[in-house]
């Protein structure tokens, strides 16, 4: 498990950090096709200066999301990892959209939402553009969906959106922020 001191700072033991490294090295060299021209060890070395991601990617991983590097962003020296799972994290379904819709629903209120978990982690949801992006990478969500941020103008009036794959095609779909399903989760992202 995770240490983390009073202040919050989260960090792993180093065998964790050590299985971690070596869990995402496979995955990145199992699935060249997500980040050509990418050289593992860049990332690497970029992983070990900033040991606070490691911790959020350990996060990823521990929830199922099974997270893997889809970019490299030249402009700020980032690499970005998406959850790459092919379905839906399974530890973060059956939640509503944010905090908001958590309250709002009177009874059979689900455990947690989307927003604050991924704050939790030190992720961010995927935006409806990211997730076109990773559904070019592969098949994912052919039997579950994943909530995606909504824009203010539809979270303002009570609703939220979510994504799937369907029919070879991605879907968007619109749904109140307050439900919530046992086979739709989220996907993040996070830049290190």
């Not at 959850?83 to 944010?98: I, L, N, W």
């Not at 309250?103 to 076109?132: C, D, F, V, W």
Request: aromatic fraction near 10%.
């Amino acid at each position: 498990m995770p240490k983390s001191d009073s202040n919050s700072i989260k960090e792993l033991l180093p065998e964790q950090r050590e299985e971690l490294l070596q869990t995402l090295k496979a995955r990145f060299e199992k699935n060249m096709n997500r980040h050509q021209g990418l050289e593992w060890a860049n990332i690497q070395a970029k992983l070990e200066a900033h040991t606070e991601k490691l911790w959020s990617l350990h996060e990823m991983e521990r929830t199922g999301g099974e997270p893997d590097v889809v970019d490299y962003d030249v402009q700020t020296g980032e690499y970005i990892f998406y959850d790459c799972s092919a379905e839906s994290p399974k530890g973060r379904r059956s939640v509503c959209y944010d905090r908001e819709a958590l309250e709002s629903r009177k009874e059979h209120k689900p455990q947690n939402n989307a927003i604050e978990m991924a704050a939790a982690i030190g992720i961010e949801l995927l935006t409806e553009e990211q997730y076109r992006e990773l559904q070019k990478l592969g098949n994912f969500d052919l039997k579950t969906s994943s909530w995606v941020k909504t824009p203010a103008s539809i979270r303002k009036l009570g609703g939220a959106i979510f994504c799937d794959r369907r029919y070879d095609t991605v879907f968007v779909y619109h749904n109140g922020a307050e439900s919530y399903y046992a086979a739709r989760g989220f996907r993040g992202s996070l830049r290190v």
